[in-house]
Structures are given as structure tokens and as C-alpha cells.
Nanobody, 119 residues
Framework: QVQLVESGGGLVQPGGSLRLSCAASGKIFNIISMGWYRQAPGKQREVVAVITSGGTTNYADSVKGRFTISRDNAKNTVDLQMNNLKPEDTAVYYC?????????????WGQGTQVTVSS
């Protein structure tokens, strides 16, 4: 099993910044990607940003230019720097790790961290 521990959520005013961090531990094999997803009340979980083992990044259109994902391969950590936050960014943010083990793709999720953007 893989454990993901997130930190860094909280309450921030519109235009403010937050940094989310996620640390992975346990039976980690061939990581395909790590990323962040979010789920707002009454909505489906959606991808925010993903970074592959090779360093390729992908962002949701709604966060491009405001959020930056980064990863430390040696420490198995992934961070999400969120700038110019908007009320619509309010959601529970989940860390994801996707790996390949014995030719089977596995997905692991953190417990989620609340981000609230409000004045």
C-alpha cells in the first residue's frame, strides 16, 4: 500500500496564495505521475494539475497561469503553488499517485485538504 499525506490547506482571501504539499510513502514502485484533484460541493472530482515522472505538466484550463505543480522525485513529494486564488477554487483538494506495479496501474489518494477562498 501507498500512503499520501497532504498539508497546506486553509482559508484565504481572494487574490491570496496557498501552497499544498503531499508526501508519499509505502510500497512505491514505478511512479507514472503525481497530481492534484479537487472536488467542490455538489460537483464531481476534477483534475487540477498533474506532473509525470519525466516532468511533463498538465493543468486544468481554469488554473493555468495561476497554479504551479512541482515534484521532488527523490523524496516522492508533490507540491501545488496556488496564486491569485478565486472563490471558485474553493474545494477539497486531493493528492493522487499513479504507479505501475507488475504491469497493473494503481491509483492512490490522500485524505483531502480543504481550501476555502472567501473574503
Amino acid at each position: 500500500q501507498v500512503q499520501l499525506v497532504e498539508s497546506g490547506g486553509g482559508l484565504v482571501q481572494p487574490g491570496g496564495s496557498l501552497r499544498l504539499s503531499c508526501a508519499a510513502s509505502g510500497k512505491i514502485f514505478n511512479i507514472i505521475s503525481m497530481g492534484w484533484y479537487r472536488q467542490a460541493p455538489g460537483k464531481q472530482r476534477e483534475v487540477v494539475a498533474v506532473i509525470t515522472s519525466g516532468g511533463t505538466t498538465n493543468y486544468a484550463d481554469s488554473v493555468k497561469g495561476r497554479f504551479t505543480i512541482s515534484r521532488d522525485n527523490a523524496k516522492n513529494t508533490v507540491d501545488l503553488q496556488m496564486n491569485n486564488l478565486k472563490p471558485e477554487d474553493t474545494a477539497v483538494y486531493y493528492c493522487n499517485l499513479r504507479q505501475l506495479r507488475l504491469w497493473v496501474q494503481e491509483d492512490y489518494w490522500g485524505q483531502g485538504t480543504q481550501v476555502t477562498v472567501s473574503s
